[in-house]
Protein backbone atom coordinates (compact mmCIF):
# COMPACT_ATOMS: atom_id res chain seq x y z
CA UNK A 1 0.00 0.00 0.00
CA UNK A 2 1.50 3.39 -1.03
CA UNK A 3 1.35 6.48 1.24
CA UNK A 4 -1.72 7.94 0.03
CA UNK A 5 -3.29 4.26 0.86
CA UNK A 6 -1.99 4.49 4.13
CA UNK A 7 -3.23 7.76 4.93
CA UNK A 8 -6.81 7.06 3.52
CA UNK A 9 -7.46 3.98 5.55
CA UNK A 10 -5.85 5.69 8.96
CA UNK A 11 -9.51 8.25 8.25
CA UNK A 12 -11.68 5.44 7.03
CA UNK A 13 -11.23 3.42 10.16
CA UNK A 14 -11.28 6.52 12.34
CA UNK A 15 -14.78 7.30 10.10
CA UNK A 16 -16.46 4.12 10.72
CA UNK A 17 -15.62 4.45 14.41
CA UNK A 18 -16.29 7.13 15.47
CA UNK A 19 -17.93 9.26 12.76
CA UNK A 20 -14.64 11.40 12.86
CA UNK A 21 -11.08 12.18 12.13
CA UNK A 22 -8.15 14.37 12.26
CA UNK A 23 -4.98 14.06 10.38
CA UNK A 24 -1.89 16.11 10.14
CA UNK A 25 0.15 15.87 7.28
CA UNK A 26 -1.89 14.97 4.53
CA UNK A 27 -0.50 16.82 1.94
CA UNK A 28 2.90 17.90 1.31
CA UNK A 29 4.53 21.02 2.05
CA UNK A 30 4.96 22.03 -1.50
CA UNK A 31 1.70 20.93 -2.43
CA UNK A 32 0.16 22.87 0.27
CA UNK A 33 2.14 26.12 -0.33
CA UNK A 34 1.14 25.99 -4.03
CA UNK A 35 -2.54 25.57 -3.12
CA UNK A 36 -2.41 28.53 -0.78
CA UNK A 37 -0.86 30.47 -3.05
CA UNK A 38 -3.23 29.89 -5.93
CA UNK A 39 -5.92 30.85 -2.98
CA UNK A 40 -4.09 34.05 -2.28
CA UNK A 41 -4.23 34.84 -6.20
CA UNK A 42 -7.70 34.35 -6.63
CA UNK A 43 -8.12 36.30 -3.39
CA UNK A 44 -6.30 39.39 -5.17
CA UNK A 45 -8.48 39.02 -8.30
CA UNK A 46 -11.63 39.64 -5.97
CA UNK A 47 -13.75 36.15 -7.25
CA UNK A 48 -14.14 35.47 -3.62
CA UNK A 49 -17.95 36.17 -2.09
CA UNK A 50 -19.75 36.45 0.88
CA UNK A 51 -20.60 32.97 2.44
CA UNK A 52 -24.65 32.58 3.23
CA UNK A 53 -27.33 30.28 4.26
CA UNK A 54 -29.05 27.51 2.91
CA UNK A 55 -29.58 26.40 -0.91
CA UNK A 56 -31.27 28.15 -3.52
CA UNK A 57 -34.50 30.28 -3.41
CA UNK A 58 -33.76 30.18 0.96
CA UNK A 59 -30.25 31.38 0.33
CA UNK A 60 -29.09 34.37 2.61
CA UNK A 61 -26.07 36.21 3.54
CA UNK A 62 -26.38 36.44 7.63
CA UNK A 63 -23.27 37.17 9.48
CA UNK A 64 -24.24 37.37 12.74
CA UNK A 65 -24.12 33.50 11.26
CA UNK A 66 -21.22 33.21 8.94
CA UNK A 67 -18.92 35.53 8.59
CA UNK A 68 -16.51 33.53 5.90
CA UNK A 69 -16.12 34.16 2.04
CA UNK A 70 -15.81 31.42 -0.42
CA UNK A 71 -14.92 30.59 -3.90
CA UNK A 72 -16.50 27.11 -5.57
CA UNK A 73 -14.11 25.26 -7.64
CA UNK A 74 -15.86 23.85 -11.11
CA UNK A 75 -15.09 20.49 -11.39
CA UNK A 76 -15.48 20.96 -15.36
CA UNK A 77 -12.98 23.99 -14.76
CA UNK A 78 -10.12 23.01 -12.33
CA UNK A 79 -6.68 24.67 -12.23
CA UNK A 80 -4.07 21.77 -13.03
CA UNK A 81 -3.59 22.03 -8.80
CA UNK A 82 -7.19 21.57 -8.04
CA UNK A 83 -7.41 18.59 -10.46
CA UNK A 84 -4.79 17.38 -7.86
CA UNK A 85 -6.64 17.57 -5.17
CA UNK A 86 -9.51 16.33 -6.83
CA UNK A 87 -7.93 13.25 -7.44
CA UNK A 88 -6.80 12.92 -3.93
CA UNK A 89 -10.52 13.31 -2.73
CA UNK A 90 -11.74 11.04 -5.92
CA UNK A 91 -9.59 8.24 -4.37
CA UNK A 92 -10.35 9.07 -0.81
CA UNK A 93 -13.94 8.88 -1.69
CA UNK A 94 -13.72 5.21 -2.86
CA UNK A 95 -11.81 3.96 -0.01
CA UNK A 96 -14.88 5.15 2.40
CA UNK A 97 -17.24 3.74 -0.05
CA UNK A 98 -15.53 0.58 0.28
CA UNK A 99 -15.17 0.52 4.08
CA UNK A 100 -18.13 2.30 5.10
CA UNK A 101 -20.73 1.43 2.37
CA UNK A 102 -22.05 4.82 2.09
CA UNK A 103 -23.07 5.14 -1.71
CA UNK A 104 -20.68 8.62 -2.30
CA UNK A 105 -20.79 9.27 -5.47
CA UNK A 106 -19.47 12.76 -6.18
CA UNK A 107 -17.55 15.75 -4.94
CA UNK A 108 -17.89 19.26 -4.42
CA UNK A 109 -15.60 21.62 -3.37
CA UNK A 110 -15.09 25.39 -2.48
CA UNK A 111 -11.57 27.48 -1.21
CA UNK A 112 -12.87 29.23 2.03
CA UNK A 113 -10.96 32.29 3.56
CA UNK A 114 -12.09 33.58 7.10
CA UNK A 115 -11.03 37.05 7.52
CA UNK A 116 -9.88 38.55 11.01
CA UNK A 117 -12.60 38.30 13.66
CA UNK A 118 -14.69 36.03 11.22
CA UNK A 119 -16.57 32.90 12.79
CA UNK A 120 -18.72 30.05 11.81
CA UNK A 121 -21.53 29.35 14.50
CA UNK A 122 -22.82 25.80 15.63
CA UNK A 123 -24.36 23.86 12.40
CA UNK A 124 -24.89 20.36 10.69
CA UNK A 125 -23.50 20.69 6.98
CA UNK A 126 -26.75 18.36 6.37
CA UNK A 127 -29.79 19.95 6.32
CA UNK A 128 -33.15 19.81 3.81
CA UNK A 129 -31.97 21.33 1.20
CA UNK A 130 -28.71 19.81 0.75
CA UNK A 131 -29.57 15.86 2.15
CA UNK A 132 -27.29 14.76 -0.30
CA UNK A 133 -23.93 15.77 1.58
CA UNK A 134 -22.66 12.71 3.62
CA UNK A 135 -19.01 13.45 4.67
CA UNK A 136 -17.37 16.73 5.07
CA UNK A 137 -13.50 17.34 4.26
CA UNK A 138 -11.55 20.37 5.54
CA UNK A 139 -7.83 20.63 4.46
CA UNK A 140 -6.47 23.65 5.87
CA UNK A 141 -3.69 25.48 3.97
CA UNK A 142 -2.26 27.87 6.39
CA UNK A 143 1.26 28.75 6.99
CA UNK A 144 1.53 29.03 10.59
CA UNK A 145 -0.85 28.83 13.52
CA UNK A 146 -0.46 29.35 17.18
CA UNK A 147 -3.31 28.90 19.89
CA UNK A 148 -3.49 32.78 20.18
CA UNK A 149 -4.37 33.33 16.75
CA UNK A 150 -7.93 31.63 17.63
CA UNK A 151 -10.26 29.87 15.03
CA UNK A 152 -10.59 26.93 16.13
CA UNK A 153 -12.85 24.27 14.30
CA UNK A 154 -14.65 22.62 17.65
CA UNK A 155 -16.51 19.50 17.08
CA UNK A 156 -19.24 18.45 19.60
CA UNK A 157 -20.10 14.32 20.52
CA UNK A 158 -21.94 12.86 22.76
CA UNK A 159 -19.86 10.61 25.11
CA UNK A 160 -20.69 6.80 26.32
CA UNK A 161 -22.50 8.57 29.49
CA UNK A 162 -24.45 10.21 27.44
CA UNK A 163 -23.11 14.08 27.88
CA UNK A 164 -22.44 16.18 25.26
CA UNK A 165 -18.99 17.60 24.66
CA UNK A 166 -16.54 18.85 22.23
CA UNK A 167 -13.24 18.56 20.92
CA UNK A 168 -11.02 21.86 19.55
CA UNK A 169 -8.89 21.60 16.46
CA UNK A 170 -6.34 24.53 15.58
CA UNK A 171 -6.38 25.28 11.58
CA UNK A 172 -2.87 23.98 10.95
CA UNK A 173 -1.54 23.80 6.86
CA UNK A 174 -1.58 20.31 5.63
CA UNK A 175 -4.25 18.77 8.76
CA UNK A 176 -7.63 17.68 7.16
CA UNK A 177 -10.58 16.87 9.32
CA UNK A 178 -12.97 14.37 7.94
CA UNK A 179 -16.34 13.83 9.65
CA UNK A 180 -19.72 12.75 8.72
CA UNK A 181 -22.07 15.70 7.83
CA UNK A 182 -25.30 14.65 9.45
CA UNK A 183 -23.73 13.72 12.81
CA UNK A 184 -20.99 15.97 14.04
CA UNK A 185 -22.24 19.35 14.93
CA UNK A 186 -19.52 22.07 14.62
CA UNK A 187 -18.56 25.66 14.87
CA UNK A 188 -15.96 28.16 13.44
CA UNK A 189 -13.89 30.12 16.82
CA UNK A 190 -13.76 33.49 15.75
CA UNK A 191 -10.15 33.51 14.59
CA UNK A 192 -7.34 36.20 15.17
CA UNK A 193 -5.98 36.65 11.66
CA UNK A 194 -6.78 35.29 7.98
CA UNK A 195 -7.60 31.94 7.91
CA UNK A 196 -7.87 29.78 4.47
CA UNK A 197 -8.94 25.99 3.56
CA UNK A 198 -10.56 24.15 1.14
CA UNK A 199 -14.24 22.80 2.30
CA UNK A 200 -15.53 20.02 0.48
CA UNK A 201 -18.29 17.09 0.46
CA UNK A 202 -18.81 14.05 -0.47
CA UNK A 203 -22.23 13.10 -1.90
CA UNK A 204 -24.85 10.58 -2.53
CA UNK A 205 -26.03 11.61 -5.84
CA UNK A 206 -24.14 12.96 -8.96
Not at 13 to 30: F, N, P, Q, T
Not at 33 to 42: G, P, T
Amino acid sequence: MDEWGKKNEIIVESLYEKGWCVLDHYISEEFRKELLNEQRELLMHGQFRLAGIGKGETFAIKPEIRSDKVLWMDENLLTPLQEVYWDKMERLRSAINQRCFLGLKSFEAHFAMYPQGSFYLRHLDQFQSVSYRVVSVILYLNDTWEESDGGELRMFYTRPDGIEDYKDFLPLGGRIVVFLSGEVPHEVLPTNKERISITGWMKDRD
